[in-house]
Structures are given as structure tokens and as C-alpha cells.
């Protein structure tokens, strides 16, 4: 049984193989098929809004970052209720990272699912705040308007950030020169190691950078060493 109409129509289009089409297919190339068409609408913003709301939990999505802060610091914005996992072995909850209602529910199966608890160990998450919206740290705020530059075609003004260099004397790619080529397990990496480095982290952001901006581990602690990948649950 369904509550309305529209979510029995979405349920037949599942035992009919009704699809529908991303409503952006043709112009960004995109094969995605719904069976809903909120969701197939929800979908279409991925390709035109790039930037994410920064609240955990939201899903909302917005052309700019200053929208999307805006939208986030919101007085009228929903209240999201979070949640810490209370397994003490997990990284989630050793880095403190806040996780919604539904995501703690899914967490928890996987703790089952990998064996670090049963259906019969207490799990009581502990009640979580949203972490901080954005940082404070230069590097953080060239991201984002790096992000803004790119999908304006470079028109965009971003307020009170500095995006000016540091001075030569602390630029450290003027030294490298004579630097010689450390290994890594002294602590600096050589300029191959590094090219490497910067190749790779080329590739993650050609390939994801259509997904959106959000930065979701501001304020969560580092989780140092760890017992191995037995006690650890990533999702």
C-alpha cells in the first residue's frame, strides 16, 4: 500500500521497466535512467550545480559556494539530527565523524556484516552537532573559489579571500633546486615522488569534480594508527 498516487506510479514504473531519462542526457552526455522523476529532476542538478550545501545531511545543491553558504547558515535551515557510531574500534567514531539517522542505521550493518558486532550488541549512538561549515585556512578558501573560477568560465568574485602567494622566502619551489632528492622515509619526498603525487590527485579531480563540492571532514580528528582493517568500518 502507498500513502499517495505519485509513489504507486513510481512502484508500477519498477514491475513495468518504465525508465526515464537523466532530463540533462542529451546536452551532458549522461546514460543515468530513473524510475522517478523527482529523482530524475534531483539527478539533473548534478550537472549544473556543483556545489553542495555543507550541512551533513543535506542534499540541496547550488551554482555558486556563496549560495551554498548562505543556504547553510540559514536561521530557517532544517534541523538535521546526527549521530557518533559507538563502536570504539571504528574509525568513523574514532575520528568523530557525524553520521545522519539513516547513515548510522547502514553503518551499523556493516559492523554486522564484517563481524565486529551482532544483532544482539547494544547500539546506542550518541547525539552529534553539525561540524564547522567551512575553514578559516587559505588553502581551504582558494579551493572553493578555484571551484567558482572554473564553472564561471574565471568571472567570479569571491568576498575576503586572499588568494595573494606567500613571499618568495617561504616559497619552497624556489630551493628546489637544491634540494636533494630525499627518500621518502626521511620525511621529504623527492620532486619524481611528487610529480607523481600531483599526476594522481590530477586524475581524482578530472574524474569527480562534477560531483559537487563538499568538504565533510572539517572538524574531525585525525585517527592515527590503527588496528588493522578487521576493526575498521568506512561507510
Known amino acids: 500500500m502507498f500513502s499517495t498516487a505519485t509513489q504507486a506510479k513510481t512502484h508500477s514504473n519498477i514491475h513495468l521497466g518504465t525508465t526515464l531519462l537523466c532530463p540533462l542526457a542529451e546536452e551532458f552526455n549522461c546514460d ?7 529523482y ?5 542538478q548534478v550537472h549544473t550545480k556543483h556545489f553542495l550545501c555543507p550541512r551533513i545531511g543535506c542534499i540541496d545543491r547550488f551554482a555558486s559556494p556563496r549560495e551554498a553558504r548562505q543556504h547553510a547558515e540559514s536561521p530557517n535551515h532544517r534541523q538535521i539530527k546526527l549521530f ?15 553520521l545522519t539517522a539513516f547513515k548510522i542505521k547502514e553503518h551499523r550493518s556493516l559492523h554486522i556484516k564484517h563481524g565486529h558486532i551482532d544483532e544482539s550488541t547494544e547500539f546506542t549512538p550518541e547525539p552529534a552537532t553539525q561540524p564547522p561549515l567551512y575553514s578559516e585556512f587559505p588553502l581551504y578558501r582558494e579551493i572553493i573559489e578555484h571551484g567558482a573560477l572554473e564553472d564561471t568560465g574565471g568571472d567570479y568574485e569571491v568576498d575576503d579571500i586572499d588568494t595573494k602567494s606567500t613571499s618568495d622566502e617561504n616559497d619552497i619551489d624556489d630551493d628546489d633546486e637544491d634540494l636533494p632528492d630525499y627518500e621518502f622515509d626521511r620525511g621529504i619526498l623527492s620532486k619524481e615522488h611528487r610529480l607523481q603525487i600531483l599526476q594522481v590527485n590530477n586524475l581524482l579531480w578530472s574524474s569527480n569534480k562534477d560531483g559537487g563540492f563538499r568538504f565533510t571532514n572539517l572538524g574531525l580528528r585525525c585517527s592515527g594508527p590503527t588496528g588493522g582493517e578487521a576493526t575498521m568500518c568506512f561507510e
Open 84 to 98: 557518533f557510531c559507538p563502536v570504539d574500534t571504528c574509525v568513523v567514531a574514532i575520528t568523530r565523524e557525524p
Open 40 to 44: 530524475a529532476k534531483k539527478h539533473g
Open 32 to 38: 543515468k535512467l530513473f524510475y522517478d522523476i523527482a
